[in-house]
């Protein structure tokens, strides 16, 4: 039982999109509107992409990032924080965070396809070779 676990949540991390996929069919299934549950999904597997990314790298080309990853989102948040502070008249921090968590899934989407497309490239080279 514990295997099968360990099991479904491999396969979480490295495929979070299986995740989106669900959340967004369920609650678009409980009649929220579209355009919350692709919200709500995307906040969820944000968290699922950054353990990802990680876990992708170190069973597609076993290079550990390690904590890379975690310091690379705090490094964005901090920006993107400075700049809102510098441009802004009031810093309203719910929506500072709402607008960083969600530029940490577009850009931890970017890195995961980026991978993804890295490796499909090398393993079609050395298909090849």
Known sequence: MVSILLWIG???????????????????KIKHTKQFAFHFAS???TIFLLFAIRKIMLTLFTIDLG?????????LAICMLVYEWK???????????????????????????????????????DLFN
């Open 10 to 28: 491999d396969i979480c991390l490295i495929c979070p999109w299986i995740i989106w996929g669900i959340l967004f069919v369920v609650l678009k």
């Open 87 to 125: 441009t802004k008249d009031e810093l309203e921090l719910k929506k500072v965070l709402k607008k960083i968590w969600r530029i940490l899934f577009v850009a931890s989407t970017i890195i995961y396809i980026g991978i993804v497309l890295a490796f499909c490239i090398i393993w079609i080279v």
């Open 43 to 45: 906040d969820i597997t």
């Open 67 to 75: 904590l890379l990853v975690w310091i690379a989102a705090v490094i």
